[in-house]
């Protein structure tokens, strides 16, 4: 896991933005999960996201910069048929079934999570 985290650190320090490990080999637990989804709950995809977040050890990772989350974001590339050159359509394989990389869409999505995550 920590040599993938690496290659996925460096994608981010290499269009600009600082990344800082804040925990590595953290399990999440399905109470933060749920809290971090909040505002899908009901769709039909939430029961799968809860099985994702929380199946194996994750990288938590702060990532700050000028346009981060828009910049964050189109690194990751889309959730769904990401292409190559992005984090999820490169590495799309080691993530298994999921994706490899999750990111707020917002500011305010940030700060809930990390409240969420505390």
């Not at 702060?62 to 490169?90: F, K, L, Q, S, Y």
Request: aromatic share 6%.
């Amino acid at each position: 896991m920590k040599g993938l985290v690496s290659h996925i650190i460096l994608r981010y320090v290499d269009a600009g933005l600082s990344a800082e490990v804040v925990a590595l080999h953290v399990r999440l637990q399905l109470s933060q999960v749920a809290g971090l989804y909040r505002d899908h709950r009901g769709k039909p995809y939430f029961e799968g996201l809860l099985l994702a977040m929380t199946s194996g050890p994750c990288a938590i990772l702060r990532i700050e910069g000028e346009n981060a989350v828009a910049r964050v974001r189109e690194i990751n590339g889309p959730t769904m048929n990401a292409p190559e050159g992005t984090i999820r359509g490169d590495f799309k394989s080691a993530g298994g079934p999921f994706n490899i990389v999750h990111a707020p869409d917002s500011l305010e999505a940030a700060q809930r999570e990390w409240e969420a995550l505390g």
